[in-house]
């Protein structure tokens, strides 16, 4: 069943109103919905709706309330993944299957060795990125739309680091801690910050940092592990900028969420 998200304010008390031009155009054109069709409705914070069509015109769609639950397909693991800006195509595919993994965020971020530069079209390319996360939720029925960010550069990233209960740092250098000894506190002694990796178990806003192609410098692997970054692997093999994320994401899901 089709799933629309709507804002807090447009549920009342026996029905919801949808009024975005492009899910009403998409009602009526593309998956040709009438009065009496069933619909999903998320309220995009807490509650997902089963409801019914009474009314659907040109401006606007209404719906009965059937069904009234929270979400069943949220994680409750918060990560945000701050991904270095890949070329071409690539980031439409991280941000796709990130949010079909259950990111709760991404930030794309200009890093040493990012070949992509803003040419003044960038807000263009967040405008397409975020209709790909939409969709992308829309499809696997998730109650929350994760946002993408504006860019943002590598110092004002590390600023951020502190608001996340630990921040997972996959860096093709790194030969000893594996992101299994860090998420279930194995080994946490032998961690760059192992505070934070003592406390895995109670960690539940996680930060994930991913290189472009080029991978990190060495001065931004020092200073991401200086603001608390834990470094680690994802295994014997390189990935690809547009597989590490997705892997990290998995791994995270796997251990906190199965």
């Known amino acids: 069943m089709r799933r629309f998200f709507v804002s807090p304010e447009d549920v009342g008390e026996e029905t919801i109103v949808i009024d975005d031009r492009e899910d009403i155009r998409h009602m009526k054109k593309v998956l040709r919905l009438s009065k009496g069709d069933e619909i999903d409705i998320s309220d995009s914070t807490e509650w997902e709706y089963r ?31 701050f991904q270095g800006i890949p070329k071409q195509g690539k980031m439409e595919t991280i941000v796709q299957k990130s ?6 965020a991404i930030v794309p971020v200009f890093m040493a060795r990012t070949v992509v530069t803003d040419k ?12 790909v996360a939409d969709e992308a ?13 504006r860019p943002m550069k590598l110092r004002e990233m590390i600023d951020k680091l502190e608001d996340f209960d630990m ?9 000893g801690i594996t992101i299994k000894d860090v998420l279930r506190g194995d080994r946490a002694e032998e ?10 178990d109670a960690a539940e806003n996680i ?22 970054g834990i470094s680690l692997s994802l ?24």
């Open 51 to 81: 409801t019914k069509i009474i009314l659907l015109d040109d401006e606007k769609a209404e719906a009965r309330i059937l069904d009234k639950q929270r979400f069943t397909a949220e994680p409750k693991v918060r990560v945000t993944l």
């Open 99 to 104: 949010v079909e993994l259950g990111v709760a």
């Open 120 to 131: 003044g079209n960038f807000e263009k390319k967040i405008q397409r990125w975020q209709k």
């Open 137 to 149: 939720v829309k499809q696997c029925r998730r109650g929350v739309i994760p946002q993408v960010s």
């Open 167 to 175: 921040v997972l740092f996959p860096y093709e250098n790194e030969r």
């Open 191 to 200: 961690c760059g910050n192992c505070e934070a990796a003592k406390n895995s």
């Open 207 to 228: 930060a994930v940092i991913i290189g472009p192609e080029g991978g990190f410098s060495d001065q931004e692997a020092k200073e991401i592990v200086a603001a608390g």
């Open 235 to 258: 295994g014997k093999t390189v990935l690809r900028t547009e597989t590490a994320g997705m892997a990290a994401i998995a791994m995270i899901m796997y251990e906190k969420e199965l």
